[in-house]
């Protein structure tokens, strides 16, 4: 049977006056490598409709290829309308704009829990890795806790002058929550394997944490 996956994007714009949104090759890596080993692949936001992109996350260059994938996302299906049991593996993806409405989103936690339980593949890039805080299993404990992940560290946050916007530092909250939190120098790809639990640190990890959750599958 045909593998289904399914990417999850922000829907967010704007995060403390700072405009924001998707981070392009965080959805649009993924997106490419997944349809070309023949997967079924759909993409929701938090709200549906338009995703907001980070501007800054489209280059002048941009790869004729990115730019098949921007049509996709003029008007998703909001995550309220997702069904777990539909899908192998969940992708969070990043920007800033995900670190704003992912938290404490209980479609979010509900799809984080139901997959991981159900030893589904749970996987997130970047900021998307901010849908993974305050998510709390039955007994009320911080899913986090215990497991190794990575995600968008402090040194990078500071390395694009936005330590000051984000409504909390990930690095920090992670292990604050109980997180075995793993990093490397800034902005080099870096995957984290944690059972059924799959996490990439930065926008240049995007490619190779969809290898892993492609060799997962």
């Given at each position: 049977?045909?593998?289904?996956?399914?990417?999850?994007?922000?829907?967010?714009?704007?995060?403390?006056?700072?405009?924001?949104?998707?981070?392009?090759?965080?959805?649009?890596?993924?997106y490419?490598?997944?349809?070309?080993?023949?997967?079924?692949?759909?993409?929701?936001?938090?709200k549906?409709?338009?995703?907001?992109?980070?501007?800054?996350?489209?280059?002048?260059?941009?790869?004729p290829?990115?730019?098949?994938?921007?049509?996709?996302?003029?008007?998703?299906?909001?995550?309220?309308?997702?069904?777990?049991?539909?899908?192998?593996?969940?992708?969070?993806?990043?920007?800033?704009?995900?670190?704003?409405?992912?938290?404490?989103?209980?479609?979010?936690?509900?799809?984080?829990l139901n997959?991981?339980?159900?030893?589904?593949?749970?996987?997130?890039?970047?900021?998307?890795?901010?849908?993974?805080?305050?998510?709390?299993?039955?007994?009320?404990?911080?899913?986090?806790?215990?497991?190794?992940?990575?995600?968008?560290?402090?040194?990078?946050?500071?390395?694009?002058?936005?330590?000051?916007?984000?409504?909390?530092?990930?690095?920090?909250?992670l292990?604050k929550?109980?997180?075995?939190?793993?990093?490397?120098?800034?902005?080099?790809?870096?995957?984290?394997?944690?059972?059924?639990?799959?996490?990439?640190?930065n926008p240049?990890?995007?490619?190779?944490?969809?290898?892993?959750?492609?060799?997962?599958?």
């Amino acid at each position: 049977m045909m593998k289904r996956i399914l990417l999850v994007t922000t829907s967010a714009n704007n995060m403390n006056g700072h405009p924001t949104g998707l981070w392009l090759e965080e959805l649009a890596t993924p997106y490419i490598l997944f349809t070309l080993s023949r997967f079924n692949v759909d993409i929701v936001s938090i709200k549906g409709g338009k995703v907001p992109l980070d501007q800054w996350s489209i280059p002048i260059d941009i790869l004729p290829i990115f730019k098949y994938v921007k049509p996709l996302l003029q008007n998703t299906k909001p995550i309220s309308s997702v069904n777990f049991l539909n899908y192998d593996a969940i992708l969070f993806c990043g920007g800033h704009g995900a670190i704003v409405d992912f938290p404490n989103n209980p479609y979010v936690a509900n799809l984080i829990l139901n997959m991981y339980r159900n030893r589904r593949i749970v996987a997130a890039v970047c900021h998307g890795v901010a849908g993974l805080v305050n998510v709390k299993d039955e007994y009320g404990s911080f899913f986090v806790t215990g497991k190794r992940i990575t995600g968008f560290t402090n040194e990078e946050e500071k390395a694009v002058h936005l330590a000051d916007r984000v409504p909390f530092l990930l690095e920090s909250k992670l292990i604050k929550e109980g997180a075995l939190f793993y990093e490397t120098p800034i902005f080099t790809s870096h995957v984290v394997v944690d059972g059924n639990l799959i996490t990439g640190q930065n926008p240049q990890s995007s490619l190779e944490i969809a290898e892993t959750i492609k060799q997962c599958l």
